[in-house]
């Protein structure tokens, strides 16, 4: 069964960074789609980044473009998001989702939750001003 945990967050200064980890574990299959999201409170989860761990091909929201990485390990067993150039809206808590079964047009059109099979339990980031 595929497990998810993340770590990294914190409290940061606007300006600040943070690098978020999310530690997999119980893959079956050699290429995945993985993606971040972020909730902050009383809005929907929204989507931040994802990665195709078969080529590393990366693709993020308008948002955070030019401020956060999405990248994996050579081993496909972590996956990070730096975080750079925070502001107060980047406040938020972070998920990793993992959708196995995609190709690599089906990861580049996975912008929803629901396109995304397992999650972690999600870590806390804060950005004050």
């Known amino acids: 069964q595929v497990q998810l945990v993340e770590s990294g967050g914190g409290s940061v200064q606007a300006g600040g960074s943070l690098r978020l980890s999310c530690a997999a574990s119980?893959?079956?299959?050699?290429?995945?789609?993985m993606g971040w999201f972020r909730q902050a409170p009383g809005r929907e989860r929204e989507w931040v980044a994802t990665?195709?761990?078969?080529?590393?091909?990366?693709y993020y929201a308008d948002s955070v473009k030019g401020r956060f990485t999405i990248s994996q390990d050579s081993a496909k067993s972590t996956l990070w998001l730096q975080m750079s150039s925070l502001a107060p809206e980047d406040t938020a808590m972070y998920y990793c989702?993992?959708?196995?079964?995609?190709?690599?047009?089906?990861?580049?059109?996975?912008?929803?939750?629901?396109?995304?099979?397992?999650w972690g339990q999600g870590t806390q980031v804060t950005v004050s001003s």
């Open positions: 990665i195709y761990t078969g080529g590393g091909i990366t």
């Open positions: 119980g893959y079956t299959v050699s290429s995945y789609c």
């Open positions: 989702a993992v959708n196995d079964a995609l190709s690599t047009v089906g990861c580049s059109r996975a912008r929803h939750e629901s396109a995304y099979r397992y």
